[in-house]
């Protein structure tokens, strides 16, 4: 069977971290669902970036050994990442030293993998004295990997050493990765994001091109279904697809960077190991329905219906599938005149919705609820907008049939409209993003459309 060798996750997002607990949670469950490796290195954490000189203090590492020792418990691998590239000076021994001591401190403690990583900063040499010794920013982190890399080698017992490099994705390989697969020790593992910072796809074709640069297998780290930059709106629950069957043959593993909401991300996790287990086999809606069923079998249907809702991400750059189809079928009965029929579509749809809301608040457990209270509560405005856009084509429906409707219709029209425009109003103002765009388009383009019929019949 072709499984990854490494199947991991890395705490690697910008924003707010995961607590303590949510971290001990997330190890356990990876245990039960086949990775092997947690990596730490959440972007907000001072110590692991901007101050990145200074040490621990005895509370975190407190906190850090309590992991390991969960890790240990369920054959997880728990590695310690720093990331330093925005201040370090690559020839300068003091900043190696205490970069050493640094992942040393956290090798007694048990950790036996190494992370370093030096993405998202400037993509040139920054100090006057790296310039001076240094061609270019590959040479320097070549040379300053390879020298953290021996002196470590050294203490650590079986040690794994990972680099996350500046350039970590492509569709081209450039003087930097090839400079980096020239010089860096055959024994340090590499990071790659494939075509894309978050890609939509991951094939065989892009490891292989990287592969031939690193003058090895590189470790993809996939940014799904991280939610941070500009996708802090979405909750990406929806499918995993685009990764190639065969990834597993041409790579030497592949780590997850998971979404802000811990709990969450948890039946991604699982659909995604879905994959790692058996990629060759791995089916997308398959995999959906079993994590849900498996996971949440109580409300099952009514998350699968939820995460369909939620299915915009970059492995779905557009409208969600549930969105298109239902406008694809408003738009057929409105070509043919059936403005009855689409106010039944949407309001059966509404109903559902609003049903499977009911039940998921019902009977949802309190970590996932605090994760996607926000998404769950536009969810259920999405039902009650179709409801409303339903009402209102049932009323303007009459200014086809009646050229002299009662003033009792006409009120009903405006009555219908400007419920309409309380359900948009109330979407406009939520921090969270689902369905995609063309349902409330399509509920923005009803509100006009009303509001100009009714002059023909109000003057």
């Not at 691998?77 to 640094?102: F, R, T, W, Y």
């Amino acid at each position: 069977m072709n499984r990854f060798k490494v199947r991991g996750v890395v705490e690697g997002f910008y924003g707010k971290p995961w607590t303590w607990q949510e971290r001990r949670d997330i190890i356990q469950f990876m245990g039960k669902n086949g990775y092997t490796l947690y990596i730490y290195a959440p972007k907000a954490d001072h110590l692991h970036r901007d101050n990145w000189r200074q040490m621990y203090d005895h509370s975190f590492e407190e906190n850090f050994q309590s992991l390991i020792e969960t890790g240990k418990t369920v054959s997880v691998d728990v590695s310690m990442a720093i990331s330093p590239g925005l201040s370090l000076v690559h020839s300068d021994e003091c900043d190696l030293n205490i970069l050493k001591q640094k992942y040393l401190k956290f090798a007694e403690m048990g950790v036996h993998t190494i992370s370093l990583f030096l993405d998202d900063i400037p993509q040139e040499l920054i100090h006057q004295r790296d310039k001076q010794i240094y061609q270019s920013l590959a040479d320097a982190q070549a040379d300053f990997a390879n020298r953290l890399y021996l002196s470590l080698a050294n203490e650590i017992k079986n040690m794994q050493f990972i680099l996350c490099p500046t350039i970590y994705h492509g569709t081209t390989i450039s003087q930097y990765h090839q400079t980096l697969g020239d010089k860096l020790h055959k024994d340090i593992q590499i990071m790659w994001t494939g075509p894309q910072v978050c890609s939509e796809k991951l094939t065989v074709e892009n490891a292989q091109m990287v592969a031939k640069a690193f003058n090895r297998k590189p470790l993809f780290w996939d940014n799904f279904p991280v939610n941070d930059s500009v996708m802090v709106p979405e909750l990406h629950i929806g499918r995993f697809s685009g990764r190639d069957g065969d990834l597993g043959t041409v790579c030497e593993g592949f780590i997850v960077n998971p979404m802000n909401q811990a709990y969450a991300s948890m039946s991604v996790l699982k659909n995604i190991s879905f994959y790692l287990n058996d990629p060759q086999h791995y089916n997308p809606d398959e995999a959906l329905i079993q994590s849900f069923t498996q996971m949440y079998p109580q409300i099952a249907s009514e998350m699968i219906i939820f995460s369909k809702a939620c299915d915009t991400s970059p492995l779905n750059p557009g409208d969600p599938e549930i969105t298109v189809h239902l406008l694809e079928q408003l738009e057929h009965l409105r070509k043919k005149g059936k403005l009855k029929q689409m106010s039944t579509l949407l309001n059966e749809t509404g109903e559902r919705i609003c049903s499977a809301y009911d039940t998921i608040v019902e009977k949802i457990n309190q970590n996932l609820m605090a994760d996607i209270e926000p998404w769950l509560n536009e969810f259920h405005y999405y039902g009650r907008l179709m409801n409303k856009m339903a009402i209102a084509l049932e009323h303007i429906e009459v200014v086809y049939r009646d050229e002299h409707p009662p003033v009792e219709t006409i009120d009903a029209i405006h009555e219908a409209n400007t419920q309409l425009e309380t359900a948009l109003k109330k979407l406009a103002c939520l921090k969270t993003r689902i369905f995609g765009k063309g349902l409330r388009d399509y509920a923005l383009e009803l509100s006009i459309t009303c509001k100009g019929l009714v002059k023909l019949v109000d003057w």
